[in-house]
């Protein structure tokens, strides 16, 4: 009697771009053999806004404002990689206090930036009270920018050649103070995403990308570091980076429990980078007169919370520039993710796809 030998049947289902466990519009249709993924086909374009377009309609010095704007979340490091670039066309040299600045709300906006993935995350796995304990603490870091920078989530303190806004002693003594309270809280909030057994249930094994497929598919950010790769572009010195001392977080296990202590890690670093620049900055001046128009082009990486950005701008001699171009880590991390997903099921779907902490703003110019 032959046997029979019964194959899987093929289904393709749509996910998203509106789901109620994925907060970014971004659409795939999965191609299902029962509850397992053999292919994702990923659609974006769904918020095209056209914000590069801009240059030729807005004056370069406000520019910084549109570039702010890509994202909420990582405003202030899109702002900053805008202003490095025109700064580098036109030869300003930046003021040291005023890059210690830049550097102080960077940190503030990576650990906005985890906290904020940190509860999406909860939400995803079901935990709704540690969803609320994220956000509770991140509440605090947006009180700091709001007193430091003027904005919430749209900082609007940095500007071609320099800063707008300073940070005075008193003020800087009572933000490492709450900073420090902050501390203790976000160790007692990530214990539970490291030790948690039902966390670690639904994160562990799940979701693996090798040091290989990391490499090979271009991945960038804790994407990357939690496949073994020890790759920041802050190693690299940009503003002031290369005067403080701070550790890169590398996970080997390559799966999401690695991505989310790879994040993690980067929170308590980035409160170790405020204290060292806030003791380390000098008095001075916040910015240069800028004089002149940028007739030249530059090509600047930095280190946003989801990885590396890369900016590119190009002026053509006259107060509106003639290229602004913005390589974002979520566009970077989109073959990771596709690559992840195959082999996966269908139910680990959300904790994948939030594990790159994808921003569809930032990959949609």
Known sequence: MEQQIITPKRTVIPFGPQHPVLPEPLHFDLVLEDEKIVDAIPTIGYIHRGLEMLVEKREFTEMVFVAERICGICSFIHGLGYSQAVEEIMNIEVPKRAQYLRVIWSELSRIHSHLLWLGLAADAFGFENLFCQSWRARETVL??????????????????????????????????????????????????????????????????????????????????????????????????????????????????????????????????????????????????????????????????????????????????????????????NIPAMIQVLKGSDLADIPNIVLTIDPCISCTER
């Open 143 to 332: 009180d700091i920018i709001e007193e430091t920078a003027g904005g919430r989530v749209i900082f609007g303190s940095c500007k071609v050649g320099g800063v707008r806004r300073d940070i005075d002693k008193d003020t800087m003594k009572r933000v490492l103070g709450v900073l420090d309270k902050l501390e203790k809280d976000a160790r007692s909030i990530c214990n539970v995403f490291l030790k948690d057994n039902s966390v670690k249930h639904r994160l562990c094994g799940v979701g693996y990308l090798s040091t290989e497929d990391a490499k090979r598919l271009g991945a960038v950010g804790p994407m990357l570091r939690a496949s073994g790769v020890k790759y920041d572009i802050r190693t690299t010195g940009y503003s002031v980076y290369d005067d403080l001392s701070f550790e890169i977080p590398v996970e080997k296990d390559g799966d999401c429990y690695a991505r989310c202590a790879v994040r993690v890690a980067e929170i308590f670093q980035s409160f170790s980078l405020i204290r060292q620049a806030a003791e380390k900055m000098p008095e001075g001046e916040l910015s240069v007169k800028v004089t002149g128009m940028p007739n030249g082009e530059s090509f600047q990486r930095l280190e946003q919370p989801r990885g590396e950005v890369i900016y590119y701008v190009k002026g053509n001699g006259t107060k509106f520039l003639s290229r602004f171009r913005v390589r974002t880590p979520t566009f970077a």
